[in-house]
């Protein structure tokens, strides 16, 4: 079974421009999340979306958005890049809504590194 | 602020020592994940503890959720170099979906 799909593997872009990552769910899952993993700094979340709606958005400015797509898979824009956005971006699935009280472990692709010069 | 306070953060050990990783917070987690990640690649999950005072066991890997499911911890015996890696615990609270996670354990063994 294949896991979890990200691209590009590495992303290369300068101040102030757009950023565009994408993810492929697990086959059969339908919750997507997004992390940002920094130096130093953990894995933060960003994004939660689930049949197609943004579910929860962790602390991040506005200009962090995505989408996901009738196929499950997600998009995750971020405009108006800044050097501090230099990091790597994971991608999660998960097999459930995450309704209350259950818990729904969360896989993870390889990661896309975004590098801002 | 929900926080999830891992330590060490490094540990750099011989082959065959053993060791444990600490995972505390003060917030009840429905459930708590253990990953390991390699350098530039995204996490794998290792195991999911979700009954307070569960023990589970992975080879040389023991896993233990506490009694009240505020913390946890990671003990690896007789530690080998294919150990080596960033260990990450995540809660899970019930609403949300996120994960929280901790800082990591930056895990060494030497041959």
């Known amino acids: 079974e294949a896991g979890v799909t990200q691209s590009p593997t590495h992303l290369i872009k300068t101040r102030g421009q757009q950023a565009t990552l994408r993810c492929s769910p697990i086959?059969?899952?339908?919750?997507v999340y997004w992390y940002q993993q920094a130096l130093g700094l953990g894995l933060q979340f960003l994004l939660w979306?689930?049949?197609?709606?943004?579910?929860n958005r962790g602390n991040f400015p506005p200009r962090f958005s995505g989408r996901q797509f009738p196929n499950y898979s997600s998009e995750l824009n971020v405009n108006a890049l800044e050097l501090e956005d230099s990091a790597l971006y994971l991608c999660?699935?998960?097999?459930?809504?995450?309704?209350?009280?259950?818990?729904?472990?969360?896989?993870f692709g390889p990661g896309t590194r975004l590098t801002v010069l | 602020t929900q926080l999830l306070e891992q330590s060490p953060q490094f540990l750099s050990i011989q082959e065959g020592e053993n060791l444990t990783v600490y995972c505390n917070s003060s917030?009840?987690?429905?459930?708590l994940q253990w990953y390991r990640q390699e350098p530039g690649e995204g996490p794998v999950l290792l195991v999911t503890?979700?009954?307070?005072?569960e023990v589970k066991k992975l080879k040389r890997l023991t896993f233990q959720f506490g009694d009240a499911r505020k913390d946890s911890s990671l003990h690896i015996t007789a530690a080998q170099p294919g150990d080596t890696g960033l260990y990450l615990c995540?809660?899970?609270?019930?609403?949300?979906?996120?994960?929280?996670f901790g800082q990591g354990t930056e895990l060494s063994v030497k041959p």
């Open positions: 503890v979700v009954t307070g005072g």
């Open positions: 086959s059969g899952h339908t919750s």
């Open positions: 979306y689930d049949e197609g709606e943004e579910r």
């Open positions: 999660a699935s998960s097999g459930t809504s995450g309704i209350q009280g259950s818990y729904n472990e969360q896989f």
């Open positions: 995540a809660g899970r609270y019930n609403q949300g979906g996120k994960l929280i």
């Open positions: 917030s009840v987690f429905s459930s």
